[in-house]
């Protein structure tokens, strides 16, 4: 018999009340106050930044002052985000004892993913998990996850990309990126997809997303979920935590000692020009995205995106850097015509050592 | 001591939570295990407490982030954070590189040194890995 | 229940302890490991007739008589023991003394299921996985007590049991180890990870607590300590370890509950396996090696006649 689960669906909501909401349920489910519970959130336009990360260096403050976007921060980890009505959030909240819950984080991202990956097929699209912790269609990115735990509770939060501007995505976000050109905003569109792009006119209504979502959920989880309220508990904790989420303490926070610097460079190798955009944190040494483009031919293309998804956040460190490139294309069959993993490597080196811009 | 490729030095005690002590005096030194380190994975951010902070044992303070999971550190025992390890906060590589030595999270000084008998010498935590080790293996093969 | 969770012990005491708490009226649950290899009779072995001692002392492998029940069986540092003394008057035991093995083994077959083996307790001491004897077990009284003993096999030497084992002939020594290997298993086969000596001991602890409900850790006081000292002068002492045992005419080595190797010798030399009293192989040897012969085979082997 599986187990019973909430399904919460509290419709669309400010930046701030959904990041409250996440603080009061966590701690809710730590103090065994409310169920095991899925959640589907949408934003009201915004843009939130990862809990350790710098507003700063992360977000065009001005461009989400002038067009109204909220700005605030995740109490989960991972990158800046760009937020609409049109795109889906997905939570989880539960223990990491409960008997069948993988014990490695890992594992525990894969589990989750794969409920969202089967939620995505009842929609009709092929997805996959993507190490860390992406759901990809043909290399493509369509959900980001991230997680906070707290006690033996925890939270698994996704998204969904349903319908996105990139416009505002790229003009909002400070990205690995020069210029904001054309060319960019390709480049940009080829890594990530939404499930208009993929469905078209048959892009089902939002309920039924979360319908086909939920049942992915069910069915990798096997629980059964009943769709539930807030609690008077959740409400009244929601209510009294707002202000502090609403704060600047809270959305800039006291993030010292970063570094968002952006290194671009174009290097030749046989089979053609590699430019990289880095964005490096030098004294963390921390590689912290990586945007390949080039005019070499990649088979298949998306082997790419999958190893700019393999060094996101990684270290950047010459030898370490080698190691990963080497390693991820051992593992693959890659085939870049007169391009080889010593290329990606020196590319991205170089990028790293490179004078870049401070912001 | 060294099981399974960990390394579990002699001189110092573990709990569960992996934290590893040194005591110096009525002080005593924290830092993550290498086992509770490879668990975590790479530490990309933490966030330590303030100096003059007092902490319960148990307790859940500051934050440390690997893979976008944002967890708590949780204070093995009760007291007043004396120094925390402020070149973590710039990089913390060493606490997964260098996790008994510059490593180091926070020195506390102790409310109670009773609760050190609390927890484990190396053998001990060793053999405490040993089995969760195994269990995870196990785990980990039912989600393959 | 008093708990005695003494993990890796010397190989004399992880029989004495249980010996030494039957003979001093104490209840206990012993789980432990012995820290090397040694050889155990059951009460009614002959060691003459069961055990190649000059094998065990070429080989400085120990001997040691218990006072239960059982067969000839090599211990060592690959398996886990579980030990019950419980009083004669405890109401836990059972008229029927083949059902106090049905409940005592309840908490092996849970660590085994752990372990990824599905067993079910063969009347009337063993547990099997897929027919194979995975774990043997004796019991027997000692003193006011009714003693309980029994084994995990985590992973088991076929060589050398075969080889302490007293045997006709070389070839009959290699059918005794190849047919222990086709009738009984280990954990080993089982998980390719060695497993922690200390999780078995957590989860025998959590099974044995649904039987006892309560299990307190016991201090192992002066007089226990004593007795178990007298315990292994006993149990090891020449006399006792030469009592003559049951002998049989022909040799015939228990593999599992029901499964023997016979060996016979008249005129020619012959080995047979039976199962549940039923030819299964059947050998003769001639000039140092062994032939199969079918005849035989599938018939009662007490109707044979050679």
Known sequence: MNKKWRLLDTGILSAAENTALSQVLLECRREGLSPDTLHFLQFKPCVLVGYHQSVELEIEEDYCREHGLDINRRISGGGNLYWDENQLGWEIYTDRNKPGMPARLEDLYQYFCEGGVAGLKKLGVSANFRPKNDIEVGGRKISGTGGKE????????????????????????????????????ESFRTRVTCLKEILGENMPAMDDIKKAMAQGFEEVLQIELEPGKLTEEEEKRLNKILPYIQSEEWIYGDRKVQNNQLKVVDYKSTGGLIRVSVRVDLPRQLLKTVFITGDFFAYPERIILDLEAVLKNSSAREEDIRKNVQSFFLSRHVRIPHVNAEDFACAIIEAVKEEGDVN | MKINNYEFPDDLLYNKESYWLRRIGNRVQVGLSDYGQREIGDVLYLELGKEGQTIQQGEEFGSIEAGKWVGSLQAPISGTIAVINEELLVNPKPINENSYK????????????????DMMDAEKYSRWVEKQVWLEAQEGEKHE | MDLYALGRISWWESQCYYHALAELGREGLVLCSPDESYVCLGIHDDLSQEIDIDYCQAHDINLLRRKIGGGVVLLDENQFFYQVVLKRSNKMIPMHKELLFEKMLQPAIQVYEKLGMQTKWKAPADLVCNGRKCSGNGAGEIGDCVALSGNVLLNFDYTCMARVLKSPNIKYTEL??????????????????????????????????????????????????????????????????????????????????????????????????????????????????????????????KNLKL
């Not at chain 3, 023997?260 to 140092?288: A, C, V, W």
């Open chain 2, 102 to 117: 510059n490593g180091w999270l926070y020195e506390i000084d102790m409310a109670d040194n009773t609760q050190l008998n």
């Open chain 1, 150 to 185: 707290l006690g033996k509770a925890f939270v698994y939060q996704g998204t969904l990309l349903t319908d996105f501007n990139v416009d505002t995505m790229m003009a909002c976000l400070k990205l690995p990126l020069k210029k904001i050109d054309d060319k960019a905003v």
């Open chain 3, 176 to 301: 005794l180890e190849e047919s222990m290997h086709h009738n009984m298993c280990t954990v080993a086969e089982y998980q390719y990870e060695p497993v922690p000596h200390d999780l078995v001991m957590d989860w025998f602890c959590e099974a044995f607590e649904q039987i006892f409900e309560e299990l307190q850790p016991a201090i192992i006081d002066d007089k226990l300590k004593q007795q178990i000292i007298l315990s292994r002068k006993a149990l090891t002492a020449p006399d006792w370890l030469k009592k003559p045992g049951r002998r049989n005419t022909n040799r015939k080595v228990k593999i599992s509950e029901g499964v023997y190797l016979h060996h016979l010798k008249n005129e020619s030399e012959y080995m047979f396996l039976t199962r549940d009293e039923l030819i299964k192989e059947f050998y003769f040897l001639r000039q140092g090696e062994i032939y199969r012969d079918s005849t035989y085979e599938c018939k009662p082997y």
